[in-house]
C-alpha cells in the first residue's frame, strides 16, 4: 500500500527544506515523526505536519481497501522537494538604488509505502 501527501508553496527554501527531508528519506515513519518534531530547523515544522498527513493517509487508504493498517510498517520511501514560484520584494538603498529581496517557496512531497510494499533497489555492482 502506498501513500502520498504534499505541500505547496511553503515560505521556506529548498535548500533549507532538503536538508530536513534528507534526515528522514527511508526512515520509518514513526521515527521521522520523532526526528522531526525535535529537529531545530524551522523547515521541520510544515514537514512534519506533512509526513502526519500521509500517515493518515494511509489510514484512510488501508479502511477503503479493507486491509489492516499498522503505523509501524510505514516507511518513507520517497521524500523530495520542489521549487515553487519566487514572489520579489524591493528594498530602498543607498542613492535612490533599490535592492531586490526573493522570498522562495517550495513544493514537498512525500510517499509512504509499507514494508512489503518498497521498491527493490538494484546494485550498481549488477549493472556492470
Do not use: C, W
Not at 33 to 45: G, T
Not at 46 to 68: H, T
Not at 102 to 112: A, D, I, Q, Y
Request: no cysteine; hydrophobic share 40%.
Amino acid at each position: 500500500m502506498e501513500a502520498k501527501a504534499k505541500a505547496r508553496y511553503l515560505r521556506v527554501t529548498p535548500r533549507k527544506a532538503r536538508r530536513v527531508i534528507d534526515l528522514i528519506r527511508g526512515q520509518q515513519a514513526t521515527e521521522a515523526l520523532a526526528v522531526l518534531k525535535f529537529a531545530e530547523q524551522s523547515a521541520s515544522d510544515p514537514i512534519y505536519k506533512l509526513v502526519a498527513s500521509g500517515v493518515a493517509n494511509a489510514r484512510v487508504r488501508a479502511d477503503e481497501e479493507g486491509i489492516a493498517f499498522d503505523e509501524n510498517e510505514l516507511v518513507i520511501s520517497e521524500a523530495f522537494v520542489d521549487e515553487g514560484p519566487t514572489m520579489k520584494r524591493f528594498r530602498p538603498r543607498a542613492q535612490g538604488r533599490a535592492f531586490r529581496i526573493e522570498k522562495r517557496t517550495s513544493h514537498v512531497s512525500v510517499v509512504l509505502a509499507s514494508g512489503d510494499d518498497l521498491p527493490q533497489r538494484k546494485s550498481r555492482k549488477g549493472n556492470r
